[in-house]
């Protein structure tokens, strides 16, 4: 058959770019959001960014009034965390940016889209030490994907096209977009371009076939792999791939906590999360499984963990690794992930990829299927299987639960009845079948709403887990129930948490928005609590919340609270009123704070100490 011979098509014409009508260009800037599709945004006002507000009373686009900009900042994390969508906030120059950063930062570290548009003092005015002007465009460098300060009216529609793209694609992060108000004052007609180009930025690399061929070659002469996998199969959109290839090759799958729900976590290969706080039968399958030596004490390794670690999207962060030369010692190391420089950072890998991960799940999935991996390593699934028998997550009521001050305080004669905060947390799965999307503030509460709700899709729990910002859990909540109004969205907090946000009551009121907090309230900040017993002897340096005049009241009292935002909030003291209470709440259409009182002196547990290994951990309640 004779070849046919092709000629080069001509390149496809360039979309021509759109001219719009003259307007402001804070105007334009809204112009840009519309066209983006944006349909909520976080904006707090002042003078660098009321033009902004005038603007948006004239859109589509809902406005949504934080009642602090770092409630606005979370609220937009919430919200691109629940959809992959970049979540968009707004605040004045000055002061009102500054109280962005925390919020910036935290999309920095756990790599979530997020747009931040920001007022500057006019451009006569930068560098004078003006009224609230900061360099919010320096401020924020270290902690952004990108960002832009606007000196000309005409970059506007360009750079507001790249923002979004910058924050959406490859590793997604945080972009800062800061203008100062003279431009938004100044009309032109804004040419917004149809697509853009940027010179050095690649996105979407995908592995090569003969990268991926490797792999296959070492899962083959694998007995022991192991799949550790993270935030970027949830960000790459790679969850079912994940799922195919896992069970073609049927390897078990731990993941990080910003991978929960990437792989259902109640799937038979599922090892739950790793690290730290995780499960000590996923610490035990990367790493090996150590036991203190009966003559001298000294843990010996008594099995093997992982010959072959397939880690996909993640980081090696040290609250998964431990001392990290210590991390899965003894096996090969593939790494795949989008972003170069995560590359041999924390820890050297055999076999590094950059890639698109859902590209790389897909090929290699094919692989498996066209040339079947023989081996069904049941010595492996079986040690496996013995590790979760062993030591699966619990807890009970200790006796130094029952000898508390809280048991003095508040539970006299009623020792039975003290509800733990796990148990909330299991009895919270149960009715809301675990369905809910759960958020988090940062401390015990937050590895216990790890460790006792099962996350079963990508996007189901929204933590701060790279900058663990206390304060995170409500405001975020408030964000994905704008995102997801069908879907139950429950905060699990800490009362030291909550209360720094406790201001978002107020947004969550006014604006309709029916985001449940349910506050484990031990009265302390118990994460730090559990460091001061296990490090300090107990001395408490200032982690109690309550009254040190009156520790038999609860304080703060949030149904007093609550009732001065008119949001419903209820009180459980007793175990035998708490289901009851939750599904009060569930019930709600509004939002809603449940204060449930629990002992501050549990430990979490599995615990492995920070830059220690899984030789030294913690783990029989
Ligand atoms: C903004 C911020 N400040 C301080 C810390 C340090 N920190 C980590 S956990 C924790 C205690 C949190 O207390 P609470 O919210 O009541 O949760 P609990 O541990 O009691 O469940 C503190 C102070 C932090 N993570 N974030
Ligand atoms: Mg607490």
Not at 32 to 60: N, W
Not at 198 to 211: C, H, N, T, V
Not at 286 to 303: H, L, M, R, T, W
Not at 481 to 495: E, L, N, R, S, Y
Request: hydrophobic share 40%; proline share 6%; charged share 20%.
């Amino acid at each position: 058959m004779s070849k046919i011979l092709e000629f080069p098509k001509k390149t496809p014409a360039r979309k021509r770019a759109e001219v719009g009508p003259a307007m402001k260009g804070s105007e334009i800037v809204i112009a840009c959001l519309e066209r983006e599709g944006v349909d909520a945004i976080f904006a707090y006002p002042g003078g660098a960014s009321m033009e902004f507000h005038q603007a948006l009373t004239k859109s589509k686009i809902r406005t949504i009034l934080p009642r602090h900009e770092q409630g606005g900042a979370f609220a937009a994390e919430g919200y691109a965390r629940a959809t992959g969508r970049a979540g968009v906030c707004m605040a004045t120059s000055g002061p009102g940016a500054t109280n962005l950063v925390t919020g910036i930062a935290d999309a920095y570290m756990d790599s979530i889209p997020l747009i931040v548009i920001t007022g500057q003092v006019p451009q006569a005015m930068i560098g004078k030490g003006g009224f609230q002007e900061t360099d919010f465009f320096g401020m924020t460098l270290p902690i952004v994907k990108h960002s832009y300060l606007v000196t000309d009216i005409n970059d506007i529609p360009r750079m507001m096209k790249e923002a979004f793209y910058i924050a959406q694609t490859g590793r997604p992060g945080p972009v800062v977009v800061d203008v100062p108000k003279n431009i938004q004052q100044q009309r032109a007609q804004p040419v917004f371009p149809s697509e853009i180009t940027l010179r050095g930025y690649q996105p979407d690399k995908k592995a090569s076939d003969i990268e991926l061929n490797e792999i296959i070659g070492l899962i083959e002469k694998s007995e022991r792999p192991v799949l550790y996998v993270g935030g970027g199969i949830i960000s790459g959109e790679a969850s079912a791939e994940l799922i195919k290839f896992a069970e073609a090759a049927q390897i078990p799958v731990t993941s990080t906590i910003m991978g929960c729900g990437c792989f259902p976590e109640t799937h038979p290969l599922s090892l739950r999360w790793l690290g730290m706080h995780g499960t000590a039968y996923a610490n035990w399958a990367v790493s090996g499984e150590f036991a203190p030596n009966p003559g001298d004490g000294i843990p010996q390794k008594i099995a093997q963990g992982a010959d072959l670690l397939l880690a996909f999207g993640v980081r090696f962060d040290d609250r998964v690794t431990g001392k990290v030369e210590k991390f899965c010692e003894t096996g090969t190391i593939v790494h795949i992930d989008i972003d170069p420089s995560e590359i041999n950072k924390n820890k050297p890998a055999n076999l590094p990829i950059v890639s698109d991960i859902k590209y790389a799940l897909e090929r290699l999935d094919a692989m498996v299927k066209q040339r079947a991996i023989q081996k069904k390593l049941p010595a492996w699934h079986k040690q496996i299987a013995e590790w979760k028998a062993k030591a699966p997550l619990s807890y009970r009521v200790t006796e130094e639960v029952v000898t508390s001050q809280h048991m003095k305080d508040h539970l006299t004669g009623k020792e039975s009845e003290v509800i733990l905060p796990q148990m909330a947390i299991e009895m919270l799965y149960e009715l809301t079948k675990g369905e809910a999307i759960i958020t988090t503030g940062v401390g015990q509460h937050q590895m216990w709403a790890g460790q006792y709700y099962k996350y079963t899709f990508p996007r189901q729990l929204l933590t701060s887990a790279g900058l663990g910002a206390m304060g995170y859990g409500y405001p975020a909540a408030l964000g994905a129930k704008v995102a997801c109004p069908d879907k139950q969205v429950i905060d699990i907090d800490g009362d030291g948490s909550f209360l720094m946000n406790v201001q978002e009551l107020a947004t969550a009121h006014i604006e309709k928005i029916a985001a449940k907090a349910l506050i484990l309230n031990n009265q302390h900040l118990g994460m730090v609590v559990q460091w001061e017993d296990k490090f300090y002897e107990g001395n408490r340096g200032n982690t109690y919340l309550g009254d040190p005049e009156n520790m038999r009241q609860i304080y703060p009292d949030y149904i007093t609270i609550a009732k001065g935002f008119n949001v419903p909030c209820e009180r459980v003291m007793f175990k035998k009123d708490l289901r009851a209470a939750l599904q009060r709440m569930l019930d709600s259409d509004q939002p809603y704070v449940l204060d449930v009182i629990v002992p501050y002196t549990e430990h979490v547990l599995p615990f492995i100490p920070a830059n220690k290994s899984v030789a030294e951990m913690i783990w029989k309640p």
